[in-house]
Each structure stands twice: as structure tokens, then as C-alpha cells.
């Protein structure tokens, strides 16, 4: 079992920053799969970045964020990061952080996740 609490959200006006941190605690000896989704109002859950704990091997979801968002961790400090810069209003939504130590399977697909933070909301306004 591993615990995720999100900070770092906020209000923000296009074009600004913001950094997302992830805290993971309890079972922190597993090599993670971890991840950050984001879900705006009526819309799926969706992936954003994806990175290998271990390695901190990463993936982006596509153009939508690739070049603005950019995902990191600190394994001293068990914490997961998002760098979001060039924010834009479309990019306003509840942010989630995600781990697996599943393998298989789409990197940024929620059903590999079984552990979940509570979310951080991020609101860009134009």
C-alpha cells in the first residue's frame, strides 16, 4: 500500500506556472510506475505524464502538453512533480496523482493505476 497527497494547485492566469508535487509514503521500497492525470469538469479522467521511479523514464501524453509540462521526482523525498508552464485555459482541471508497480499496459491508462491521491485543483484563466 502507498499513500499520495497532492499540493500545489492554485489560480493561475495564462501563461503562468505552477508546480505540482506528490508525496508518496507507506510501502515506499516498490519500484513504481507513476503518473499524473488530470480531469476537468464532464470530461474522462485523462493521462498527462508518466515516469519510471526507478529510472525516471517519462512519457507525455502528446502535443496537449508536451514542450509546457514536464514530470520529475525526488527519490530522497518519496515526491512525484509536475512543472506546468505556458498554462493555458484548457488546462484547467483536478489534478491526480497516480502509482502501479504493474508493468503492463499503457503507460497513461487509468485502469493500471490502483493508487490514487485525493487531487489539486488547477484552475487557468484567460
Known amino acids: 500500500q502507498v499513500q499520495l497527497v497532492e499540493s500545489g494547485g492554485g489560480s493561475v492566469q495564462a501563461g503562468g506556472s505552477l508546480r505540482l508535487s506528490c508525496t508518496f509514503s507507506?510501502?515506499?521500497?516498490?519500484?513504481?510506475?507513476m503518473a499524473w492525470f488530470r480531469q476537468a469538469p464532464g470530461k474522462e479522467r485523462e493521462g498527462v505524464a508518466h515516469?519510471?521511479?526507478?529510472?525516471?523514464?517519462?512519457?507525455y501524453a502528446g502535443d496537449s502538453v508536451k514542450g509546457r509540462f514536464t514530470i520529475s521526482r525526488d527519490s530522497a523525498k518519496n515526491t512525484l512533480y509536475l512543472q506546468m508552464n505556458s498554462l493555458k485555459p484548457e488546462d484547467t482541471a483536478m489534478y491526480y496523482c497516480?502509482?502501479?508497480?504493474?508493468?503492463?499496459?499503457?503507460?497513461?491508462?487509468?485502469?493500471?493505476?490502483?493508487?490514487w491521491g485525493q487531487g489539486t485543483q488547477v484552475t487557468v484563466s484567460s
Open positions: 515516469i519510471y521511479f526507478l529510472t525516471g523514464s517519462t512519457y
Open positions: 507507506g510501502n515506499t521500497d516498490s519500484n513504481y510506475y
Open positions: 497516480a502509482a502501479t508497480t504493474r508493468y503492463s499496459g499503457y503507460v497513461l491508462s487509468r485502469q493500471r493505476y490502483n493508487f
